[in-house]
């Protein structure tokens, strides 16, 4: 993934780079990845083509960037330091996990989360490089982040020791995106609860 | 859905058709579904415009009846009977489900399904209309035979009476289709076992 340079006049290139990413994620919400073009993100961001071209490569690297920086101040708003990634471990995990949850499904739920996600999920989804991108700067590090919570948990004693922590993170993010991808059920605070319950009871240690 | 009106050349309509539903699935495969339109889809069939535009209303439809013919074929080749949307239930969950979850890792991991399923996907994502008719005419019937399936379990007192048949069929679903979307990891029978053994262990009945 690229970096702006950092410039002197950083608060003016902040300023602009913001304004880009906005653009960025409004355009490819309205119109679509494919319909989504630098010389429009500048136009709207109010600023010239080369600006953005001196900061990333290509439409895909300005977008996936805008991306990250949206998933980031989501993740702030939801409680999260910034450049945090940890779960939360209050040495509760089905609270944690249930926190975790419902703040996804708050995200979801949010037209200014919803749509990019739905337009960068689509686009990754048939573009393997794309796709590739998405999940090794996004996905992969949440992933991991459940995985580890749930090893964590799994030293403790509180899931059993044959766990498999990647396939036990499949089964608590896997239900939620498919039912926020596919639309086939309501996103509420009560079915995260009732996910982490069911994912959590085929966890718990055996005699 | 449209269905194709009764011909009285039938033989050479269901030719037509299957032409036209070959010519839509490549193109939408190769080129997207922005991309695809009904005069390249009549141009591949070698029919005329008119002949697609008798039977569908539009480009969604054609594609939407050429992926539920195609999804038919795949579940004919892994065993079912024509029209068959029940899963299997030889008294044994476990066993049922491996065979079904197996079943689907092949399908996507067969680029004729994969291509135009990652188009469609991709389009019902960000197409709210599209999206809707697909998960009602595909993913909806599939969620349900699973459901009933373990609802047959849960009466024979194989799955905890507690049992929210419609979360179980998500947390074996949901995971599967993750992985495949987001290409997070290897799509394997190993995998499918494992899936179903860890959300079968959550469902099983406690004392």
Redesign the interface.
């Known amino acids: 993934m690229s970096e702006p340079k950092a410039p002197d006049a950083s608060r003016r290139s902040e300023r602009s780079r913001r304004a880009i990413f906005d653009a960025a994620l409004a355009l490819v919400s309205e119109a679509?990845y494919?319909k989504t073009t630098v010389e429009g993100i500048a136009a709207r961001a109010g600023v010239g083509k080369q600006t953005i071209y001196r900061w990333w490569p290509s439409k895909a690297a300005v977008l996936l960037d805008a991306f990250l920086d949206l998933a980031a101040r989501a993740a702030e708003e939801a409680g999260a330091a910034p450049g945090e990634t940890e779960l939360p471990d209050t040495g509760d995990l089905a609270a944690d996990l249930r926190l975790v949850l419902r703040a996804t499904v708050d995200e979801f739920n949010d037209p200014r989360y919803d749509a990019p996600t739905?337009?960068l999920?689509?686009?990754?989804?048939?573009d393997?490089e794309l796709?590739?991108r998405?999940?090794a700067a996004l996905?992969?590090p949440q992933?991991d982040a459940f995985a580890r919570r749930i090893e964590a948990a799994r030293e403790a004693g509180q899931v059993d020791p044959g766990t498999?922590a990647?396939?036990?993170t499949?089964?608590l993010?896997?239900?939620?995106?498919?039912?926020w991808?596919?639309?086939?059920?309501p996103l509420t605070h009560a079915y995260a609860d009732?996910?982490v319950a069911?994912?959590?009871?085929?966890?718990t240690p055996r005699p």
Chains 1, 2 share one sequence.
């Open positions: 679509g494919a739905r337009a999920a689509a686009e990754g989804s048939t393997p796709g590739a998405l999940t996905l992969e992933l498999d990647r396939l036990a499949e089964l993010v896997g239900p939620l995106h498919h039912r991808l596919h639309r086939t059920g009732a996910l069911q994912a959590l009871r085929g966890l």
